[in-house]
């Protein structure tokens, strides 16, 4: 099964919405998940606000440390911004992106990181042809 892991600091902001956009696109069985090389215990409200937006709902979300996901080589890690905070993470593909972190930033700026933020990844999932339900 194709796997896929978000990797910022906290998983309460930019970890947590890729992984959301990122279910939205999967076609069935893909395994996708986010976590944070220092949760902070709780998704981000301006996080959920973002991705109702969107039609996304992170209600049932939590932040979540990389031991709390599977411990397994990844098909694809995305690691955003986080530099040496973020471990390795055993992955077939390794993935850096500068994305800022949205939290006390205006909305409208925020907004143009969840769009970006949405454009990486469903580039990313067009390079995999077998997960994109964009086309």
């Known amino acids: 099964m194709p796997s896929m892991l978000?990797?910022?600091?906290?998983?309460?902001?930019r970890s947590q919405?890729?992984?959301a956009i990122a279910k939205s696109l999967r076609q069935p069985g893909w395994e996708i998940w986010s976590a944070g090389s220092?949760?902070?215990?709780?998704?981000?409200?301006l996080a959920q606000q973002l991705?109702?937006?969107v039609g996304l709902d992170l209600s049932g979300h939590r932040s979540k440390g990389l031991g709390e996901v599977?411990?397994?080589?990844?098909?694809?890690?995305?690691?955003?911004?986080c530099g040496d905070r973020c471990p390795a993470v055993a992955a077939a593909t390794h993935l850096?992106?500068?994305i800022p972190d949205p939290a006390g930033r205006p909305l409208e700026?925020?907004?143009r990181i969840r769009d970006d933020l949405a454009r990486r990844i469903r580039q990313l999932m067009r390079a995999d042809a077998g997960i994109d339900k964009t086309k």
Do not use: I, K, L
Request: hydrophobic letters at 40%; charged letters at 20%.
């Open 6 to 13: 978000f990797v910022c600091v906290a998983n309460s902001f």
């Open 109 to 111: 700026e925020a907004r």
């Open 51 to 53: 991705m109702q937006e």
């Open 70 to 81: 599977p411990q397994r080589p990844w098909d694809y890690v995305v690691t955003m911004g």
């Open 38 to 45: 220092h949760p902070s215990g709780a998704v981000h409200p």
């Open 17 to 19: 919405m890729a992984e």
């Open 96 to 98: 850096d992106w500068e």
